[in-house]
Each structure stands twice: as structure tokens, then as C-alpha cells.
């Protein structure tokens, strides 16, 4: 099946400083990941469209220079954290979109961000 | 926009039974309709899909059904074991939206021993 990872797994940073975190599709390109958040108990919260080659479409009231996204190649996606602060704690997740196969969206394991 | 409805938020059941899980949905243009399992600390696993051209479609002990008419879709799990106590998401997405999902809030399946 397609697998999507993510790294890393787990981080803990100090206020203000910025954090990168990878995602991965290792077995099939992905021309469109997904970036979400999602607060304990709570659903996933869409934060962005990556698309390969292009800028990353936002949600509404998600902060493009806070959460910068860059879609490099077919298989890799990253989201930068920039002066994180603890409020910005939380799981990110991304998932990769498997064209060609009637839109199938495949999900990475998750990084948890604590900012102290 | 999309809006998903998931029921009930929490659902306990004894090992062997079944569990229901139902989500409704407000975008007609919706046409594809994922589930997902979330066991805590990890990322959502799709476990059944099913597209608007179809009413039913199963995969062992695990069904889904779509009434199109009334916008709701409903996960099915028989036979109930313990290892399938997770959150439970339902999704929809529209052929226009390039892929982007709508989420229902979540289901807590507890199968007890």
C-alpha cells in the first residue's frame, strides 16, 4: 500500500525558534500533500494544500508566514514552524494524495510539537 | 462549504458485537466518502472508502453504506474485537475540491473484553 512518513516523530523546542517537519511519500508521487493539526480529542483541522512545484494554498485564518510549506519534489513536503510559541503545540499530520486512484489520501504517522 | 456531522461522539461496545458509526454530510457535490481508524499517538489509517456511484461496499467485517438522497453514510463493524477500540473518522470530499477532505468530529470505539 502507499506509505507516507514523517519526521520527526517527536520534537521539543524552546520558544522562538523555528522547526521543520518532513513528509514523505516513499512509495508513489504526490503532487498534492496536505498539512493538518489536530488538538487532543479533537478532529483534523486542515492547514494547507501543498502542491509540487507551486505555493501552498491556506485555510482560512491559518498564518502562511507563520506555517511556511514548500513542496520541492514529488515526494517530499515540509512545514516550517517559525517563532514557534506554546500555543503552537500540538500533532501536526500530512498526507500524500494517491492520483489516478479515485483521489485516495494517505496519512503519515503524526509529529508531536511541544514548545516550551 | 462542506459540513460533516459524525454520531455518536463515544461508543462502548461488548467484544462480538456491532458497532455503528453514522456521519451526514450537507455538499450534494460530495463523491467520496473515506473512513479512518486513529489509535492514539499515530496518524489516521483509511480502513473502507466508498464513491456516490455506490450504495454498499464491504471488506470483511467492515461495511459501509451511502444513501445519497438523504447525504448520510454509516460504518459498519461486526464481530467487534478488542484491538478495534480507536477514534473513528468519517470524511467527504467533492471531485472539485482536489482532493480535500472534510472531517466529522470523531468517534471513540471502546470494544470491551
Known amino acids: 500500500g502507499a506509505v507516507v512518513s514523517q519526521h520527526p516523530s517527536r520534537v521539543i523546542c524552546k520558544s522562538g525558534t523555528s522547526v521543520k517537519i518532513e513528509c514523505r511519500s516513499l512509495?508513489?508521487?504526490?503532487?498534492?500533500m496536505f498539512w493538518y493539526r489536530q488538538f487532543p480529542k479533537q478532529s483534523l483541522m486542515l492547514m494547507a494544500t501543498?502542491?509540487?512545484?507551486?505555493?501552498?494554498?491556506?485555510e482560512q485564518g491559518v498564518e502562511k508566514d507563520k506555517f511556511l510549506i514548500n513542496h520541492a519534489s514529488l515526494t517530499l513536503s515540509t512545514l516550517t514552524v517559525t517563532s514557534a510559541h506554546p500555543e503552537d503545540s500540538s500533532f501536526y499530520i500530512c498526507?500524500?494524495?494517491?492520483?489516478?486512484?479515485?483521489?485516495?489520501?494517505?496519512f503519515g504517522p503524526g509529529t508531536r510539537l511541544t514548545v516550551l | 462549504g462542506e459540513n460533516v456531522e459524525q454520531h455518536p461522539s463515544t461508543l462502548s461496545v461488548q467484544e462480538g458485537d456491532s458497532a455503528v458509526i453514522k456521519c451526514t454530510y450537507s455538499d450534494s457535490a460530495s463523491n467520496y466518502f473515506p473512513w479512518y481508524k486513529q489509535e492514539l499517538g499515530k496518524g489516521p489509517q483509511l480502513i473502507i472508502d466508498?464513491?456516490?456511484?455506490?450504495g454498499e461496499k464491504k471488506d470483511q467485517r467492515i461495511a459501509v453504506t451511502l444513501n445519497k438522497t438523504a447525504k448520510h453514510f454509516s460504518l459498519h463493524i461486526t464481530e467487534t474485537q478488542p484491538e478495534d477500540s480507536a477514534v473513528y473518522f468519517c470524511a467527504a470530499s467533492m471531485r472539485t475540491s482536489y482532493g480535500k477532505l472534510t472531517f466529522g468530529q470523531g468517534t471513540i470505539l471502546t470494544v470491551h473484553p
Open positions: 498526507s500524500a494524495l494517491l492520483r489516478g486512484a479515485g483521489n485516495e489520501q494517505f
Open positions: 501543498s502542491n509540487e512545484g507551486s505555493k501552498a494554498t491556506y
Open positions: 466508498i464513491r456516490s456511484n455506490v
Open positions: 512509495d508513489f508521487q504526490a503532487t498534492t
